[in-house]
């Protein structure tokens, strides 16, 4: 099958050193982008695939690189985004553990097209065995002279340091992971600046996710084309979807942009357990707005999620099964942002711990209908008034919950 | 008692310092090569790594109270992190955490009193499809049960 004949994942665990990515023609991208191409060339030919960031915000990676002004003197640099903490999400990992070669490459492709020298891996404290493997990664691919100065004998260089989290959610947006990476406490800044011009130590960064990086030497091997035609017009590729919840076979399956959500559940992932049903679907890590199970008909991309109402975000689809208390839901969606809320603005500060508090009410004696309300008014306070988009990745999936379930909130309330 | 990390932890921290541009960059890898070593980040700790990076000591703290790796006080000789997110709640991670709770007769956030285990919530610990999982000391576990989380406890009773 055509589809399946190029992949990011190697099937195994064992596959991920240097030799193995040599064997399926690793570096080669990266060689002829260094040697044969200009730096905006490769841009261009990055833009014109049209990768999406796989992080979340679904933003044009070749567009971004393109922002980084060429002419400004002092370092720049890439900080790659391994922070995978939104829930339901476990792609990267993946893609650390499989294949930290390609992450490697397509980092190295993407510094030369933007003029980055020095590139930080940012990971999650919780994947620091996964963090481990990139680093015997990066020695391999420096020993093989891939990394480091002068690579393929040309005058670029790129020096890969990996970092390691120390817990915190928050982390993952790209301006609190600078923060954090400076070594403060992280919380976002407000943009602009955007970091392609003040980043990291005030310098001009790019910052992408590492499945986006992974896909990157793909576009080069065989052209923004090929790369195009495998996903949707504006919004180029394959990606790698999570399934998780009540699915016969949960994992992470690459599939073309654009598959639909529903055949990612029914077919790929086997659909529910024997005598399980399918009562909601997160289609994109907990921040998603939840479908209904009449409203999974929709090609999985950045577009098309949003017209129905939800986000593809890191595309870590979570089942949920028939049985499942949606006020359980609720309270557990409510307790993680009021948790990993950074504090540093008043209306997501307050909102999420005030949500929470309506909902610890809502399940004690006493609660009711006008709790819901009250909740969905602070969720309206939130959106559009917060520094970063956490606030509205809470406000948004909490409102979802209510506007959809409400019947049974209102039945378990009453309880 | 002052804080002095050992020659081999102090020449693991040059060799992160030198990673950075700047001093404070480093300051997640050094308190993580301190707290390996002495088990928690105590005052005296903190006023060192203050003095390592030349910055004050509140800028240390303020670190350390954001960021749930750091200890403050000495926990236990293994710590377990059991996931309570989306996908292993809906697999049962609740009745895993009471059992756990149950079993060591300890309360997430508390040590047990012999000093063997550390147990935690965590959110996502991004192993969806192995829900319900938990951590220990950063090794993997999941899909759990009860039968395989007392096997885990017992293990490590016995070797702590
Ligand atoms: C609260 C919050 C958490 C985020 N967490 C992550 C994350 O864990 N990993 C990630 O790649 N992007 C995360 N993002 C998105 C980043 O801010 C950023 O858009 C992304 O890393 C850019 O890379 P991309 O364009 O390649 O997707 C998060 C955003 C927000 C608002
Ligand atoms: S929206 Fe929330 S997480 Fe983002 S800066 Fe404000 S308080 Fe922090
Ligand atoms: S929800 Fe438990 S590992 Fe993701």
Redesign the interface.
């Known amino acids: 099958m055509v589809e399946s004949e190029v992949r990011l994942l190697p099937d195994d665990d064992r596959s991920w050193r240097l030799e193995a990515y040599l064997r399926r023609n690793g570096y080669q991208a990266a060689r002829r982008a260094l040697t044969t191409m200009s730096p905006e060339a490769v841009v261009a030919e990055v833009c014109k695939a049209q990768l999406r960031g796989r992080g979340g915000a679904g933003f044009p990676a070749g567009t971004k690189w393109s922002f980084v002004p060429k002419d400004a003197a002092g370092p720049k640099y890439l900080c790659v985004n391994a922070d995978e903490g939104e829930p339901g999400t476990f792609k990267d990992r993946l893609v650390l553990l499989r294949a930290p070669h390609a992450l490697l490459e397509g980092m190295l492709i993407a510094a030369y097209g933007a003029g980055l020298r020095t590139a930080y891996v940012y990971v999650r404290a919780e994947y620091a065995g996964l963090a481990a493997r990139l680093d015997e990664a990066i020695a391999e691919a420096r020993a093989a002279g891939f990394l480091g100065g002068r690579v393929f004998g040309t005058g670029f260089g790129l020096e890969v340091v990996v970092h390691l989290g120390a817990g915190a959610y928050i982390c993952g947006e790209e301006t609190a992971l600078l923060e954090s990476l400076e070594g403060r406490r992280g919380q976002p800044r407000l943009k602009p600046p955007f970091p392609a011009t003040v980043g990291l130590f005030g310098a001009p960064t790019v910052i992408n996710n590492v499945e986006t990086l992974a896909a990157v030497p793909q576009i080069l091997a065989r052209g923004a084309d090929w790369f195009l035609g495998r996903g949707l017009p504006g919004d180029g590729g394959t990606r790698l979807f999570g399934v998780s919840g009540a699915v016969r076979r949960p994992g992470v399956y690459e599939l073309p942009v654009g598959t639909p959500l529903r055949t990612l559940i029914e077919v790929h992932a086997g659909g529910a357990p024997d005598g399980r049903r399918v009562k909601a679907v997160i289609p994109g890590g907990l921040s998603a707005p939840v479908l209904l199970p009449d409203e999974i008909d929709f090609p999985l991309d950045v577009a098309s999620l949003a017209r129905a109402g939800s986000m593809l975000g890191s595309a870590g689809v979570v089942v949920i099964p028939d049985g499942t208390s949606m006020l359980d839901v609720l309270r557990l969606t409510a307790r993680f942002y009021a948790h990993e809320s950074c504090g540093k603005c008043t209306p997501c500060r307050i909102g999420t711990s005030w949500i929470l508090k309506t909902v610890d009410r809502l399940r004690r004696d006493g609660g009711g209908p006008a709790d819901l309300d009250h909740i969905l008014r602070l969720a309206d306070g939130i959106r559009g008034r917060t520094l970063c988009p956490f606030g509205e990745g809470a406000a948004l999936p909490i409102r979802a919950l209510i506007l959809k379930f409400r019947g049974e909130l209102e039945q378990a309330a009453a309880r | 008692m002052s804080y002095a990390p050992s020659p081999a932890a102090l020449a693991r921290i040059e060799k992160t310092m030198a990673?950075?541009?700047?001093?404070?960059?480093?300051?997640?890898?050094v308190?993580?090569v301190v707290q390996a070593e002495a088990g928690f980040i105590s005052r005296d700790a903190e006023a060192w790594v203050a003095a390592r990076?030349a910055v004050e000591p509140v800028?240390v703290r303020?670190?350390l109270s954001?960021?749930?790796?750091?200890r403050r006080a000495p926990g236990g000789r293994a710590t377990l992190?059991i996931c309570?997110?989306?996908?292993c709640?809906?697999?049962g991670a609740e009745d895993i955490l009471r059992f756990i709770s149950e079993k060591l007769g300890i309360e997430p956030g508390e040590t047990t009193p012999d000093g063997a285990i550390t147990l935690v919530t965590?959110?996502?610990?991004?192993?969806?499809?192995?829900?319900p999982c938990l951590?220990v000391d950063?090794?993997?576990h999941g899909p759990v049960t009860r039968e395989t989380v007392a096997a885990i406890i017992e293990e490590l009773k016995a070797h702590g």
């Open positions: 990673l950075y541009p700047e001093k404070l960059a480093a300051i997640l890898p308190l993580r990076l800028r303020e670190v954001f960021y749930t790796l750091f992190q309570r997110n989306i996908s709640a809906l697999a965590a959110e996502c610990l991004g192993h969806c499809d192995h829900a951590q950063g090794v993997d």
